[in-house]
């Protein structure tokens, strides 16, 4: 039997539990330890630990009004809810509330694709819409449109995008809060609202122009604890003429500075219009006891020291990935220019991955090695056991400070965080920049979690290091995994945590009694908010 | 053993990231294998559950829910990876290619996962729909 939320009555649930199922029917209430057990995370870092956060119960509504009708209930109740749309916000929390005992709002069963307007180049769309299906929609019907996939693509367009998630297309489309053009929202009192042009009934540009009458409000529903966005509305790209994916290549450590800034300078113009990656072959190379020791030297080791090393290595140092989208001309001409900019590099290397006309035949798609990067959604990043006999890997952290654009930035970064891997024992992963958005680089790592709490433990102190460490050298995270919210604001904490109060006093003034996504983003109802120092 | 293991993974989780992120070498495309994936995926978001004979239901399911990973085509399939690693041909790592499945070994992988594979709702695959999937991996 699942246990009752803290603060409310064995009772009180039960009648909770009945008045929900009156809602939803039966079949979508779940409330068996074995049912409530399949929203665990998966990667939870606090696995099988008293700490790690479980629902009491959930329920998946197929509606707006049964949303209107579940809040209602948990108003009278007090009982703590949280929504998710397709529970695949892995590495950040899953489909497991951030308090323990809240109910979740399953709303996959909410994944109907509502609008999509090839002329507009839009759509509006429910929370369980993952990124496969709307794929498979626009194929099926022959919509010469591209989304902007996140990597993997199990999860939903509004659920990325409400996390701030980001992909790989073009320009205005890869940052996917961005790219949203307004919502529709079931406040925590139950009000249902509609953001932007949306709030004119009669407005034929809801999903065209974002900011409709008075103060922007679409912000605060990200990251956040303030109503649970029902409908969603995202631009979508014009398929291309073509496409050509390149690489760029450098032989020195220090290249990398010049290397990103005529990349940035490019970004900027939209000669390049997509994701670009910048890693280095040399430093994520195997492991290797000479690699492991520059790497784990803290800034020690001199850039002489590096390219010795990487001369010993035959590969580049660093590599650049990006893609051009648009007619061969047009990007024949991008490319040419890119690479005069760059010509000044000595050693620079230029490289065509592959080419692509538009549209592709299925067979086509299906041969696309680097698929997100023309907006087809893949689970290829997941290889659990990628080698014979290894053992599989069973979930991770995405550890992701953002820094500015700048070669220099880089490397002090891998020097960083290669000496935090270091001291905890560990050998220090890969080091990239990838400028999802336009004029920052995030670092990703991913920090492994276990099945025990031996290692979690490690993983946790390791992760806290890294957060800290960076945060210190000016390069906070964007996301953070639900059980390190609270870390991931006290680095947010200008002015004796001003912005948290804020968020904090906005809690109060739309969510009264205090009941959806209790803890999200370390945003407490003030019956469980801590003592602040 | 922990730290090493703990480097160990440190390390796979490097070297499919730096893939993703276009680090190492792009494999060349490997020829295909039918069925197609995306063909099959020819369905909009409405509901599989009352679709079709039981066989044919459990087909549309596993291309709705299990293809992705488990593709008879290597390419776009890190789960028959994963399990071509693990069984390294002693059993096909197509989980449509398996004739030693049970009924129970499937459900209870889609509920509880494993490694990588995260467990699977019921709002995502019903009951129903895991009894069609179950039936169409151990027909023989």
């Known amino acids: 039997m699942p246990t009752p939320p803290a603060g409310v009555s064995e009772a009180d649930f039960q009648t909770a539990l009945r008045e929900l199922e009156s809602v939803v029917g039966r079949d979508w209430l779940f409330k068996s330890d074995e049912d409530v057990a399949l929203y665990k995370d998966s990667y939870s870092p606090l696995w099988g630990e008293a700490e790690e956060r479980v629902a009491s119960a959930a329920v998946a509504p197929n509606s707006v009004e049964q949303i209107q009708g579940i809040v209602k209930i948990a108003n009278q109740r007090g009982l703590p809810l949280y929504p998710i749309s397709t529970g695949r916000n892995l590495t950040y929390g899953g489909s497991a509330p951030p308090y ?105 540009t809801w999903q065209l122009f974002k900011y409709g009458m008075g103060p922007w409000v679409d912000g605060i529903f990200s990251q956040s604890s303030f109503g649970i966005v029902t409908k969603m509305g995202f631009w979508l790209m014009e398929e291309p003429e073509a496409a050509l994916q390149v690489t760029v290549s450098v032989p020195k450590r220090r290249d990398v500075v010049p290397l990103v800034d005529t990349l940035h300078s490019l970004l900027s113009s939209h000669t390049i219009p997509s994701q670009t990656n910048v890693a280095s072959p040399i430093m994520n190379g195997a492991a290797d006891p000479n690699l492991v020791k520059l790497r784990s030297s803290g800034g020690t080791a001199s850039d002489a020291d590096w390219d010795r090393y990487a001369a010993t290595q035959n590969r580049p140092f660093w590599t650049a990935a990006f893609i051009y989208y648009g007619p061969p001309k047009v990007i024949a001409a991008q490319w040419e220019h890119t690479k005069d900019r760059l010509a000044g590099i000595a ?57 500015a654009p700048r070669g220099e930035e880089l490397i002090a970064l891998s020097d960083v965080t290669g000496k935090v891997y270091a001291d905890m024992g560990v050998t220090p992963p890969f080091v990239a920049g990838q400028m999802f958005h336009p004029r920052t680089m995030i670092c990703f790592h991913a920090v492994p979690t276990f099945r025990n709490a031996t290692d979690n433990r490690r993983t946790r102190a390791l992760f806290e290091t890294l957060v800290r460490s960076c945060a210190d050298r000016g390069w906070p995270i964007y996301r953070i995994h639900a059980a390190f919210q609270p870390l991931g604001m006290q680095m947010f904490g200008f002015n004796n945590g001003a912005l948290h109060r804020l968020h904090e006093t906005l809690k109060d003034a739309v969510d009264p009694n205090g009941i959806v996504s209790v803890g999200r983003y370390d945003i407490w109802p003030k019956r469980l908010r801590r003592p602040r120092a | 053993m922990r730290r090493r293991s703990m480097n160990d993974q440190t390390r796979r989780i490097a070297a499919l990231l730096a893939l993703a992120a276009g680090v190492a070498p792009l494999t060349a495309a490997r020829a295909q294998d039918a069925p197609f994936p995306i063909a099959a995926w020819s369905r909009t978001t409405a509901s599989i559950e009352d679709r079709g004979q039981p066989a044919e239901r459990g087909a549309a399911v596993f291309n709705n829910w299990c293809n992705a990973c488990h593709s008879r085509n290597p390419m776009n399939a890190p789960g028959t990876t994963s399990l071509q690693n693990k069984y390294q041909g002693g059993v096909p790592a197509a989980l449509e290619d398996r004739k030693d499945l049970t009924i129970e070994f499937v459900k209870f992988y889609v509920r509880d996962g494993v490694a990588m594979m995260p467990r699977f709702r019921k709002t995502e695959v019903s009951d129903a729909d895991l009894d069609a999937v179950a039936a169409y991996l151990t027909r023989r």
Not at chain 1, 355 to 367: G, K, V
């Open chain 1, 100 to 204: 323990s005992g809240s109910v979740v709002v399953d709303l996959k069963r909410m994944n109907r694709i509502l609008d999509v307007s090839e002329r507009d180049k839009t759509c509006l769309v429910e929370p369980g819409v993952s990124y496969f299906d709307m794929y498979r929609h626009l194929r099926t019907n022959k919509i010469r449109l591209w989304i902007d996939t996140a990597d993997p693509g199990w999860g939903s367009l509004m659920g990325n995008a409400l996390d701030r998630g980001g992909g790989y297309t073009g320009g205005d489309h890869r940052d996917h809060f961005d790219a949203h053009c307004g919502m529709e929202v079931v406040l925590p009192t139950g009000e249902l609202v509609r953001t932007g042009m949306g709030a004119n009934p009669k407005a034929k």
């Open chain 1, 347 to 403: 050693g620079v290397q230029f490289g065509e991955t592959a080419s692509y006309t538009f549209p592709l035949s299925d067979e086509q798609a299906d041969a696309v090695p680097d698929k997100p990067r023309l907006g087809i959604p893949s689970l290829n990043l997941f290889s659990s056991r990628d080698a014979p006999g290894a053992t599989p890997l069973e979930g991770h952290l995405d550890f992701s400070p953002m820094i």
